[in-house]
């Protein structure tokens, strides 16, 4: 933008310094205030709110934060969320640090690195949905693998813990999911100066001491911004958890869902205020650890 | 697909009426309507109709605009979404098309007017279930929301339901029907004769309940009775003891395996079934059918301890009055006029005026839908699908075996927010 500058005389007007830095920075703080602050500030207040089978009353209540806070469901439901996260979360940074590992240090030509990597891209093309649900004539009591199993004669009776359980619902995030750890990672890997790792090695280090001293170190940043996708997005999920586990099993944003669907608006407001304190603390935290900025 | 109205907005569609329907209006004559059709289509009248979706039916609509010349906008949605639309938007509708429980929570916040029974005509067709809870004279009167019990109130603006059959019905009853569990036959191994018999641990692993939890808990009381667990002083009104007891054994089977998953919709169950992942769970008669047309094999299961029903009705909301009102109850005339039920009842529903569906029926259909009786030739659905073929029986029997032996209705418990907040920790238990 021009216009800046405020020393220019003899123009018909005259911005005043502080306007032009406004006015650049207006449509962002637009976006943000209309479609995120103030979405925030609403559910906030009618968390506060009293309801009934059909109406909300504003009010100042707080027994929907007693009662989220006080139940032992939530504890145990925020559990079985932090749960699926954290072992979502060891599994995907395994599997997309060394994917993008291979990508950034094996595959000799860009030329090549790039059709792999978009290779990795290629179950995006269909939905969340889709990709999720076709686990279940896969994993099913008379599905691929059960029948496979059973006409092998490997089991004699179908597996059933294969379909409808936690393995499940952990399953489909991983394959839902790594993609969002390889990308951040493999753009660290890349960036990382080749020569480092012939310095380590000229100075005598073994290919696992270039690794652990050289790489996982730079590539921290990466791991950091894979993490907060891969953390915020099980903490959100509720599909997954309900095609997965059949119903069985419970997610923090499932219990919202559930309220929602009862019109329990204000208890659902009040737990996503908790949900959204809480993951602000996680990413806060891994924010400490890690500098991202290091990365941008 | 319906027709759309010419016009949108509610002012210029409100100002056609008043003008343009007036004349129509005193033609039709409050109070004496002496037959229909009364052609509508001079003058553009619609009725806006919400409800729960189940007879939310296109062919309705069109059957409708071409017999009556009213333009029917339906708008289907949840139960839940439902009882709050008919809450707080009582603007937003003509016709409620919901369920009596529903009802229950709705008609004393004032939204719908109670129909005068004398403008009613086929009033005098309603099977006696909407009107004394009993079927026939000796039935016993099931527990939870029965329809009779919220089917009247003492005046047109009272606000509370009358003990007793009154001239002002709530709602005109039209669709209705027995719930029961479903099974796959060829895989159960044994009769199954008891609701008890889906905690058998002989099908551990195998077994769904619904998660909708007005109507699980229901299917939830009928089991925890029929295992001689308890004995519910109304299983439709839970009192918090009987709740958590009801909740702490379903916790309980969930966590030694009991349940194979939980269903929400009409097609979860139908692939839970299909698939083999369960052999025995809650279902709807819709969903029986539809495993049967992928030919696998799927019954309807009786049970000795009686049915969990459902009936629903259209109401008329407080605002209608003139033409418009008239319009109404012309419509709800021609509904239970006879089409319309032998509609529902070929889509294995009950409708309320049983005697004049049966003119719209073949022998053959009203044998196998209403009478039990075995099909002669091939049973079609409403839209022309071989839904059995010749020489099948109906599950369960004919409609007085059915709807004779209702152990209990849908419901809504004066505890009801307890039970919702005690269900939620059954399923995240």
Known sequence: MSGSRTNDTGRQFHLPAWLPAYLQAAPLTIILGGFLLLPLLMIAIVSFWDYDFARMYPDFVTFNYSETLGSWITWKTYLNTLKFAAIVWAITLFIGFWVAYFLAFHVRSTAMQMVLFLVCTVPFLTSNIIRMISWIPVLGRNGLINTALVNTGITTEPVEWLLYSDFAVVLAMVHLYTLFMVVPIFNTLMRIDKTLVEAAHDAGATTWQVLTNVIVPLAKPGMAIGTIFVVTLVMADFSTVQVMSGGQSASVALMMKNQMSLLQYPAAAANAM???????????????????RKEL | MTEKTKTSTGITRRSLL??????????????????????????????????TGVSNINAIAEKCKA?????????????DAAAQRAVTQPDSYDIADIEYWIL??????GVIQPMDTKKLKYYDKVVPLFKTGKLTPDS??????????????????????????TEWFTMMPTIYNADTLGIRPDLVGREITT????????????????NIPSIGIMDAAMIMEAMGNIKYADKGNMTKEEIDA??????????????????????????????????????????????????????????????????????????????????????????TSGWVGGYLNRQG??????????????????????????????ILSPEGKVMEKAGAVRDGGSFEERMGHVACWNSVMDEDRYMVRRWNEFIAS
């Open chain 1, 274 to 292: 908790v949900l959204l304190v809480l993951v602000l603390l996680l990413v806060a935290a891994i924010l400490r650890v890690v500098d991202i």
């Open chain 2, 18 to 51: 008043k003008t343009g329907a007036a004349a129509a209006g005193v033609a039709a004559g409050s109070g004496a309507i002496t037959g229909f059709p009364t052609i509508w289509a001079q003058t553009p009248i619609t009725l806006r109709q919400f409800g």
């Open chain 2, 67 to 79: 017999d009556l010349g009213i333009t029917l906008e339906m708008t289907a949605t949840d139960s």
């Open chain 2, 104 to 109: 229950k929570k709705v008609f004393p916040t």
């Open chain 2, 140 to 165: 016993v009167i099931a527990q939870g929301t029965a329809p009779h019990t919220v089917g009247y109130v003492e005046s047109i603006d009272a606000k509370e339901f009358a003990s007793g059959e």
């Open chain 2, 195 to 210: 609701w008890a018999d889906i905690m058998d641990p002989a099908f551990k692993g195998k077994t769904s309940i619904l």
């Open chain 2, 246 to 335: 009801t909740i702490d054994f379903l916790i309980k089977a969930k966590q030694d395996g009991q349940f194979r998953a939980f269903w929400k919709s009409f097609d979860e169950s139908v692939n839970l079934m299909a698939s083999g992942e369960v052999v025995i769970q809650s279902m709807w008669s819709p969903a029986v059918a539809a495993v049967r047309s992928k030919g696998i094999a799927c019954k309807y299961q009786p049970l000795k301890e009686g049915y969990r029903s459902w009936g629903g009705g259209l109401g008329l909301a407080s605002h209608l009055s003139g033409a418009q009102l008239d319009a109404a109850y012309e419509y709800i005339n021609w509904y």
């Open chain 2, 349 to 378: 529903y009950y409708s309320a005026c049983m005697d004049t569906a049966k003119d719209y029926m073949s022998a053959d259909e009203w044998g196998y839908w209403i009478e039990g009786k075995p099909a002669q030739g091939d």
